[in-house]
């Protein structure tokens, strides 16, 4: 079995991330010691189905175009239920109006506290819900899997950037609302990096992976296939129950200080807060809102009622995001945690008789945070753009969605240009996002400096541009598979700690895709395996010994 189909495998079965990391120790050289970013957060919120974003900014500017495309489901200009007018210092072509039931969109706003990002998709829009999100998520343009079907954008930006800082006894990432791991947290070489904890109870949370007990039955050979596999598994689920451990003590130690409404995504985002105030170090936070798939009953009545599907859904957005970030600032850390929301594609512009809408291609994204630059990044599309033979659509994108993330991940979280690329490139016009990031998103007394990132180890999984070469279970106790698909008979593995020196060497032959090395020897600590074969080295692979 290669590993890639055996990594969908063990996460099926509920293995956890094995990507976790600290980033205290990185900070200690006299020029990081002003750019610690170390605490900060960033929260993902899927708004799941597809949101219709003209019902939720509406472009004032061309309110003529909008309501006669929407006769029955537009949000009124005037009465009871007129929307929220945003901000009348803005340009003429970037007036909107909120949704009326936005009430703390629209507070964020004036404290400064919200971009807009306007007209974001990917070049080649797909309007399937599972490819659409599965492009976002692995970071693709709908042209190809350039940046690799099978990895997300989430996973590779780990394992460049913190690449090091293996072993640690948190995961990297924890996701909520969705009982599928998300797509984005699979790394090119690890297993998937988040713990989900959905349906979880947060304060005692415990994973165990089909009643195995913490070790592979001893009928089976460790030296075959299935024993290999099944071994990685009992590996994987020993280090689950750990994580699971930091996240009941985080919950545990946290506390709430703002009041949430009691609806679903307030549910995820209090226990967000929670465990982030507990002291849980994971750096990226996904939870989820389900159901804007609206192609009827967005509205009730229609007319100039607003009540509906979209109504019910922008309320619990509105209300969860405005309590969890009240909640942020009580707890004192403002200055730690960012939120963006994104839907995996827009709706077109013409209502479709069933007052709803069918599946479009761009849409606004919100975030929102202390540290963000407020106000409206873009112009309101130009609903000209829709007419009957493009199917209603507008077509524009003003922002590429990698762009927009790419700018948090360099701006606020620390990347440097290299692990951009690595995480997002642009493989159809064979260019960088690092060319394309948002320069007034994060404010620049909070943007990192790129000398910040400078003394973080990046790219040292591999010695050449295409990793060949596997290693599992990683981190490990005593034993660690070698696994190449190339055909290559005898090796010899250097063994170096994390101080370089060279601690074994073994001479081994390799056959059937794989190979066993006896390390238990090693005392617990970062190892660097360099692999070797007919005097050149092969590769230089980074692993945990726990």
């Known amino acids: 079995m290669k590993r890639r189909d055996f990594i969908k495998l063990s996460t099926t079965a509920s293995a956890a991330a094995l990507m976790p990391f600290d980033l205290n120790a990185m900070f200690e050289s006299d020029e990081l010691k002003n750019c610690d970013f170390s605490n900060r957060k960033l929260i993902l919120i ?22 006669n495309l929407r006769p029955t489901i537009r949000v009124p200009e005037s009465g009871l239920n007129k929307y929220i007018s945003l901000d009348s210092g803005l340009a003429e072509n970037q007036l909107v109006g909120l949704h009326p039931i936005l009430t703390d969109f629209k507070r964020l706003y004036d404290e400064g506290k919200m971009q807009i990002i306007q007209g974001v998709g990917y070049p080649s829009a797909n309007k399937s819900h599972f490819t659409s999100s599965d492009m976002m998520m692995t970071g693709n343009d709908g042209n190809g899997w350039g940046n690799g079907k099978d990895s997300g954008w989430i996973g590779r930006y780990m394992e460049n950037m ?59 050979s460790k030296d075959s296939d299935f024993g290999i596999e099944l071994d990685y598994i009992v590996e994987t689920d020993k280090l689950a129950n750990i994580y699971a451990g930091s996240i009941s003590n985080a919950f545990n130690l946290g506390s709430n200080e703002a009041s949430y409404p009691d609806t679903d995504l307030s549910n995820q985002l209090k226990t967000v807060a929670r465990m982030i105030k507990g ?7 996904m939870v989820r809102l389900k159901g804007f798939d609206t192609h009827a009953m967005q509205l009730e009545t229609g007319g100039n009622d607003v009540l509906g599907r979209h109504y019910l859904l922008l309320e619990e957005l509105s209300g969860a995001i405005g309590a969890f970030m009240n909640d942020i600032s009580s707890i004192g850390l403002e200055e730690d945690v960012m939120a963006i929301t994104y839907s995996e594609f827009g709706r077109k512009v013409a209502e479709n008789g069933n007052l709803g809408t069918d599946h479009g291609e761009i849409a606004p994204i919100f975030i929102f945070g202390n540290t963000i630059e407020g106000g409206m990044t873009g112009i309101n599309p130009d609903l000209n753009e829709a007419i009957e033979d493009n199917n209603w659509q507008i077509e524009t994108i003003q922002h590429d969605y990698r762009s927009v993330f790419g700018t948090l991940l360099k701006d606020w979280m620390g990347g440097d240009a290299e692990v951009l690329d690595k995480t997002f490139y642009n493989h159809t016009t064979n260019t960088s996002f690092n060319d394309s990031t948002i320069d007034h998103l994060v404010k620049s007394s909070y943007k990192i400096d790129e000398g910040c990132s400078s003394g973080i180890e990046k790219n040292v999984f591999n010695s050449n541009e295409s990793c060949t070469w596997f290693a599992s279970p990683n981190p490990f106790s005593n034993e660690l598979t070698l696994r190449n698909e190339n055909d290559v008979h005898k090796i010899i593995v250097y063994v170096y700690n994390q101080s370089g020196q060279l601690v074994k060497v073994i001479n081994t032959n390799y056959s059937n895709g794989n190979v066993r090395l006896e390390l238990s020897a090693l005392s617990p600590g970062n190892y660097t395996l360099k692999i070797a074969s007919d005097g050149r080295v092969l590769e230089v692979i980074k692993v945990v010994k726990r």
């Open 279 to 285: 002291g849980l170090k994971s750096k990226i936070f």
């Open 162 to 220: 913190y690449a090091s800082e293996l072993g640690k006894d948190y995961p990297f990432a924890v996701q909520m609302g969705n009982v599928k791991n998300s797509l984005g947290f699979f790394g090119e070489h690890e297993h998937g990096m988040n713990m989900n904890i959905t349906n979880q109870d947060a304060s005692g949370f415990y994973s165990i992976i089909n009643g195995l007990g913490g070790e592979a039955p001893k009928e089976i």
């Open 46 to 67: 899927n708004l799941d189905g597809g949101n219709d974003g003209l019902n939720t900014i509406v472009p004032v500017n061309q309110y003529d175009i909008y309501s």
